[in-house]
């Protein structure tokens, strides 16, 4: 199994990125190059911050205890580029109580099909997957978190209810300003 991933950034605590406070994971690398992608730094296949998986597991640990978070997210980049370090995570997740969110340029169906037992475990240990490549022409509004009308919510446990994705009534953007750096994340239009 892998040892480690190739993060581009994460959040110990948002509310910006799935439901409820969460711990928010952005990997780097993408082969989609979706026009118009928010997150056009993180598609460069590059070494990032290269972290043992075991370590990313520290960070989430203290994010559960500082902040009370429910579950984490994994964007990115394209999660499925690191199925591996990243299914292990969400196993780790899964056995402590935390829920598993992806977002994902491939189609759960190409996924399901898919030969790679890291990309069965990791949807094995997802509660909410979004799917399909980012559309520009298509924005979602109406829809929390997600960026495109095409793109599907599916709840693969029972974990959320139905339509958790349209309780917000309008799209986050949070701000994080620190001594060092002002970053951004959520919908950002």
Known sequence: MARYVNLAAVRFCTQAEGPGKRFALWVQ?????????????????????IVEVQD????????KTDFGIEGI?????????QAEGLSQIAVWCRQ?????????????????????????????????????LYDQS???TKRDWIGSKNQRCLF????????????????AMEILVSEKDILANGWPF
Request: a negative charge; glycine letters at 8%; charged letters at 25%.
């Open 138 to 140: 298509q924005p979602d």
């Open 56 to 63: 990313v597991i520290q960070l989430i640990k203290k994010a």
């Open 156 to 171: 693969l446990s029972d974990r959320y209810k139905l339509g958790i994705e349209y309780e917000k009534s309008e799209r």
């Open 96 to 132: 402590n109580e935390l829920s598993v969110l992806v977002f994902t340029g491939f189609l759960y169906e190409t996924l399901q099909n898919s030969p790679d037992e890291s990309v069965q475990l990791l949807l094995q240990n997802t509660d909410i997957l979004v799917d399909g």
């Open 29 to 49: 690398g993408c082969l989609q190059r979706c026009e118009g992608c928010c997150n056009q730094q993180m598609q460069k296949i590059r070494a990032a911050h």
């Open 73 to 81: 997210s994994f964007i990115g980049g394209e999660p499925l580029l």
